[in-house]
C-alpha cells in the first residue's frame, strides 16, 4: 500500500491575511468598546478592568515564553502576579476607589513605589532561590517583561480616568489613539502589500517597507481628522493641528513599537507571539504598536494640550 501524504498547508494570500488581520481586529475591539461605552458606569469601569488584566496576563506569559525559547531565566510567577497586581492597583488609584487620586501624578507616584517594591522582592526572591546562579539576569530579565507589557499597557487606564476631563471623555481618548494606531497598522500593511519595493530593516521584518510606512503616516494621519472633527466637544483641547500632529506621531511610533517585538520573534526564532487571533497571531501581535503609542498619548495629553 502506498504511503499516505500530507500535502502542506497552502499559504495564505496577502488579501486573505490582510481580511483575516481585519476581521479578527475588528471583533476584538468591539468587544472592548462595546464593555467602554456601556450606559453603566460601574459595568463598563469592571468590563475595562477584566480586559486590561487579561490583556498584561496573557501579554507577560508570550513574553516569559520568548525569554525562555532564548534560554533566558526569569521568575515568570513572580513577573505575572506583579503584573496583575500593577493593573488593579492602578486601576483602582485613577477610578479614585482608594480617594487618593487629584492629579495625572498621583497615579505615577504609586507606580513608582510598585517598582521600587517589586525590585526588592525580586531582590529578596533571587536571594531564596536553591537552583538559580543567574541572579542578574533572572532579576532583569523579569522586570523587562513588567514594564514592557503591563507597566506600558497601564497608560491606557491613565488616559482612561484622565483627572482634567469630563466624566467619559477619557473614554474617547482611547478610542481615538487606538483607532489611529491600527489605522497606522493597516496603512503601513496595504500600501506596503501594493506598492512597497524598498525594505525598511529587512534583518527584522523583511516584509517591512518604507512605502508601508509613508501609508501608515498618511492613513493614521487622515483618521485623527476625521476622528477628532466627529468627537467634537467630546475631546477637549484637540484641535485640527493637534489631531495632525499626533496622526504622524502615533503612526511612526506604531511602526516602531512593530519592529521592536519583531526583533524579539526573531531573536526567539518565532514568527507569530502566538495563535489566539487569525491572522494576527498572539496577544503582543495585537498589542506591541499600542504598548509604544499609550505612553506618548499619554504625555502628549498632560503636557501638550491645552487643560
Known amino acids: ?21 481585519l476581521g479578527s481586529s475588528l471583533l476584538l475591539w468591539a468587544v472592548v468598546l462595546g464593555g467602554l461605552f456601556s450606559g ?13 488584566v487579561l490583556l498584561a496576563t496573557a501579554g507577560l506569559i508570550e513574553f516569559y515564553d520568548m525569554a525562555r525559547r532564548r534560554d533566558l531565566v526569569c521568575f515568570k510567577g513572580w513577573g505575572i ?24 501624578a498621583d497615579a505615577n507616584d504609586f507606580e513608582t513605589g510598585f517598582l521600587i ?6 531582590c529578596v526572591r533571587q536571594f531564596v532561590s536553591k537552583s538559580n546562579t543567574a541572579g542578574i539576569l533572572a532579576i532583569s530579565t523579569t522586570l523587562f517583561g513588567l514594564m514592557y507589557v503591563p507597566w506600558l499597557l497601564n497608560f491606557i487606564t491613565k488616559i482612561n480616568y ?10 474617547f481618548f482611547v478610542l481615538y489613539f487606538i483607532l489611529v494606531t491600527k489605522f497606522s497598522d493597516m496603512g503601513a500593511y496595504a500600501v506596503g502589500s501594493l506598492i512597497g519595493r524598498h525594505k525598511m530593516i529587512p534583518r527584522i521584518s523583511p516584509g517591512k517597507t518604507w512605502e508601508g510606512f509613508g501609508g501608515a503616516i ?12 466627529l468627537a467634537g466637544s467630546h475631546m477637549p483641547g484637540m484641535s485640527t493641528l493637534h489631531a495632525v500632529i499626533l496622526g504622524v506621531i502615533l503612526s511612526a511610533s506604531a511602526v516602531v513599537g512593530d519592529l521592536i517585538e519583531s526583533l524579539f520573534k526573531r531573536e526567539a526564532g518565532l514568527k507569530d507571539s502566538g495563535r489566539l487571533f487569525p491572522g494576527i497571531g498572539g496577544i503582543l501581535d495585537l498589542l506591541d504598536s499600542l504598548l509604544f503609542n499609550a505612553p506618548l498619548m499619554y504625555l502628549y495629553m498632560r503636557f501638550v494640550l491645552p487643560s
Open 1 to 21: 500500500m502506498p504511503d499516505a501524504t500530507v500535502s502542506a498547508p497552502v499559504p495564505l494570500s496577502k488579501s486573505q491575511t490582510f481580511f483575516r488581520r
Open 40 to 52: 453603566n458606569r460601574l459595568i463598563s469601569d469592571y468590563v475595562f478592568l477584566a480586559i486590561m
Open 81 to 104: 502576579a506583579g503584573g496583575v497586581l500593577l493593573m488593579v492597583g492602578t486601576f483602582l488609584h485613577c477610578t479614585d476607589r482608594l480617594g487618593l487620586h487629584q492629579s495625572p
Open 117 to 122: 517594591l517589586f525590585v526588592l522582592g525580586l
Open 162 to 171: 484622565f483627572p482634567l476631563l469630563p466624566a467619559g471623555d477619557g473614554t
Open 218 to 229: 498618511v492613513v493614521s494621519t487622515v483618521a485623527s481628522v476625521i476622528f477628532v472633527h
